[in-house]
Structure formats: C-alpha cells, structure tokens
C-alpha cells in the first residue's frame, strides 16, 4: 500500500489520481501507524509552509517523517517542508535536506508557472528522462541548490528542481500534471 499523507495541503487528490492511472492503490491519511507500515509513503501539497507545518507537529507527524525508512516523495510544498526552513511565514521545516527555501525575487513573475526542462539530471527518479523533457511547475519559493540535488532548472536563477538523500526524493515539479514525463517519474519511484 501507497501512503499519500494529509496534512491540509492542496493536490493530494490529483495525485491518488495519478497512482491509480499507473495500476497503484493508495490511502489518503494522516495516521502515523498507516504511515509506518505503508510500502511507499508520498507528501506532495499545495499551500503555506508555516500552517502546514503547524499541522505535522500537532500531529505528530513531523517525527513520523523523520523516522521513515522506506521510499519516501515529496512533491512541490512537500519538497519544501523537507528541507530546513522556509522565508514562508519564516518557519523551520523537517530538516532531512540540508537547503533553505527562499521567495523569488520580487521583480521577478512570480509564481515561476507552466513547463521546464533539466538542466542537469542524475538519479533513479530519472530512469528515461531527459534533459530537454518537460515538467509543471507552479511555485513561488524555491530550494536552493545543494549536495542533495539530483536535478535543477532554471527560472531567473538555477534552483533545485529534485532533490534526494538516502531513502528521501523529492521534487518542485507536479509529476502527476506532467503528463507521459510525469507518469515515468512516479513510476520510477514506485518501482524502487
């Protein structure tokens, strides 16, 4: 069974959508015991840093994703939240990559919004991908770039599109509204 976990963000539909296209079964839930047990855990999420992870804490759930050991995905706020603070509402994050989140210049079009290519790419999410694919993005604040990024793109500045460290991946981008690129990701994760 797939974990996708709830903790009040946005998209966590889209992406059971997404796994049951691909032939997988998921559970939508926020109970640490479904968590821990769950073969695959996902924690994709559209919304604001600080209230989410107000959230993982009452819950418990911050220590849950800490501790997890198998195969575990973030997606978009989900990546964000995994890495050690955010200038979102100025919140300090789960910490497992060592990167902070920051907000795009404000001169900048901001959200960064619609479809990327690579420029550089590396790693088992990426099994059939290429450089010059494409993938959905919709973000306002960005990882910087780190020992843990395993794939970048560039909007205004190189930021990091993916990032993984041990059994940990994650990614800016919604590979479940990345079409045939974004099937080929989420599989590549599921088959880990």
Known sequence: MIAIIKYNAGNIKSVQ?????????????????????????????????STAMRYLREKGLDKVISDVTQPFLGICLGLQ?????????????????????????????VPHMGWNSFNTLKGPL?????????????HSYYAEKCKDTVASCNYVKPFSAAL?????????????????????????????
Do not use: W
């Open 164 to 192: 993984q460290k041990d059994n940990f991946y994650a990614t800016q981008f919604h590979p479940e509204k990345s079409a045939g690129v974004g099937a080929q990701i989420l599989r590549n994760f599921l088959q880990l």
């Open 81 to 109: 939240l995994m890495c050690e603070s955010s200038e979102e509402g100025h919140t300090d994050c789960l910490g497992i990559f060592d990167t902070k989140v920051k907000l795009f210049p404000p001169e900048d079009k």
């Open 17 to 49: 959508n997404a796994l049951t296209r691909l032939g997988y079964e998921s559970e939508i839930t926020d109970d640490q015991m479904a968590i821990n047990t769950a073969d695959k855990v996902i924690f994709p999420g559209v919304g604001e840093a």
């Open 126 to 138: 990426f099994k059939e991908v290429k450089k010059q694919d494409n993938v959905y993005y919709v």
